[in-house]
């Protein structure tokens, strides 16, 4: 608590950055970045679009390294995070899927397909929503907080194998055009944009994560005074 | 250790034997769903291998669900699982031992299905290959099914918090399995080798995992 009043600042300059940035790099999809010669101005939701994809897993990543390292040493600091990058991947992965979705109308032809990729995405977006649940319908807090990290790493090992298993099954989606061995395959103004609003989501994400890691230890503080005085 | 599985074990299926509750009521809601689905879909034309198999695997999970859910409201009777989670036994055993005999009811539940699948639909199911693909996918499953189930016992709203869980942790193990059984049924079942994989992959992993989680799950 005492670090409270240099640390609001610290985290008010990378709030401004994150808007900074995020201003950026909204007036370079609209203004900097070129049209795609063959989908025209749709393809500028794909600067947002694989971002918000990138963070959804990370995310996701954040929860199994949190998870193991709560259940090997029990700290709050590691529940928190957990449950911060929880529902920051749950927005991001929203974001993947209705971007993802706008796009595929004009596109594709089609609101949505199951595609080995979306598909995918879609079962992320149920098991962030069953760990939600899980933490909710629990109401013993420390209780609660060993079997989401239980379900942070049952849930993310399953990932690779749920894409595994859907792949097999069907795919349609674009392959990478940014992350290839031969490099990436546009225009360097598109790829300039696309590098610019990475950062910006990169540090966006940052920003969030602290403010929400900041109301997590709030409402343990509170949830512990609760317990106090009722005692 | 095998003398504690055993007694265990022995613990659920005789107050099973006894109760008769929970793989009747498995039994009842996997064939009704395979009533519903012959309204719902046709079963019958030519590509029956696949809509039966899809059918078939959407009743076991359902049954397995509801299975799952008896068992722990027969635990919380009487402090049964108290008592059971006080005696001086490994968690891991009470794991293993409440998995075995969860994949032995649900195995009942998936012979009886496979015989009303077979009469109803007209389909070749009684292969080596479809065995292998139910008994791999029926592991896989448990395995899942009995972690959650154990972690969902003490929550409030545990009915829709059991399936929330299962149902997308647990979809390799239906794609897997509607495929092999598919291609088994169809007569292609040489194609069905990667996925048999699959499920056993899926079975083995998610097996072992539960084992050094439940620990953190039953600590009390």
Redesign the interface.
């Known amino acids: 608590m005492a670090k409270r009043s240099s640390g609001l600042s610290w985290l008010a300059v990378l709030g401004g950055a994150s808007f900074v940035l995020v201003a950026l790099s909204v007036a370079m999809i609209f203004l900097y970045a070129p049209a795609d010669a063959t989908q025209g101005d749709v393809q500028r939701l794909f600067y947002l679009h694989l971002p918000a994809a990138w963070l959804a897993y990370v995310s996701f990543f954040i929860i199994f390294v949190s998870s193991i390292a709560f259940?090997l040493r029990g700290t709050p600091f590691w529940n928190r995070l957990a449950r911060s990058a929880a529902e920051l991947g749950f927005i991001f992965t929203t974001l993947v899927l209705l971007t993802g979705s706008i796009w595929g109308r004009p596109i594709w032809g089609t609101w949505w397909t199951w595609d080995a990729r979306l598909t995918t995405t879609l079962?992320l977006w149920?098991?962030y929503?069953?760990y939600f649940?899980?933490r909710a319908?629990?109401?013993?807090p420390e209780?609660g907080a060993?079997?989401a990290?239980?379900?942070g790493?049952?849930?993310f090992?399953?990932i690779p194998?749920?894409h595994?298993?859907?792949r097999?099954?069907r795919t349609l989606h674009p392959q990478p055009i940014v992350v290839r061995s031969e490099g990436p395959n546009m225009p360097t103004e598109m790829l300039v944009t696309m590098l610019v609003t990475l950062v910006a989501f990169i540090v966006l994400y940052l920003f969030l994560l602290i403010v929400k890691y900041r109301i997590e230890t709030v409402r343990d503080a509170v949830l512990e005074l609760r317990a106090e005085t009722a005692n | 250790m095998w003398g504690q599985l055993l007694a265990i074990l022995y613990r659920d299926l005789l107050s099973e034997w006894r109760a008769r509750e929970v793989v009747i009521g498995m039994l009842v809601m996997a064939l009704l769903t395979l009533l519903v689905f012959n309204f719902a879909f046709d079963l019958t034309g030519a590509q029956r291998a696949a809509s039966g198999s899809g059918a078939f695997w959407v009743a076991v999970v359902f049954a397995t669900l509801l299975g799952l859910g008896r068992m722990t409201a027969r635990e919380r009777q009487d402090g049964a699982w108290e008592g059971l989670v006080l005696a001086p036994v490994e968690r891991s055993v009470i794991y293993v031992a409440k998995l075995l005999s969860m994949v032995l009811f649900v195995a009942i539940v998936d012979l009886v299905a496979l015989v009303v699948l077979a009469a109803l639909f007209d389909l070749p199911v009684f292969r080596p290959g479809v065995l292998v693909v139910l008994a791999l996918g029926t592991v896989g499953l448990c395995a899942?099914g009995t972690?959650f189930s154990v972690?969902?016992a003490?929550?409030?709203?545990?009915e829709?918090?059991l399936p929330?869980?299962l149902?997308?942790?647990a979809?390799?193990v239906v794609?897997?399995g509607v495929?092999a059984m598919m291609l088994e049924l169809s007569g292609a079942g040489a194609e069905a080798a990667?996925?048999k994989s699959?499920l056993g992959?899926?079975a083995v992993?998610?097996a072992a995992?539960?084992v050094l989680?439940f620990g953190?799950?039953v600590?009390e």
């Open positions: 259940l079962i149920f098991i929503l069953g649940l899980l319908y629990i109401t013993d209780r060993r079997y990290a239980v379900l790493i049952v849930g090992v399953d194998i749920i595994m298993s859907v097999w099954w | 899942l972690l972690m969902t003490q929550a409030k709203a545990r829709v918090l929330a869980l149902f997308p942790l979809i390799p794609i897997g495929r990667p996925w699959l992959g899926f992993l998610f995992l539960s989680t953190v799950v600590e």
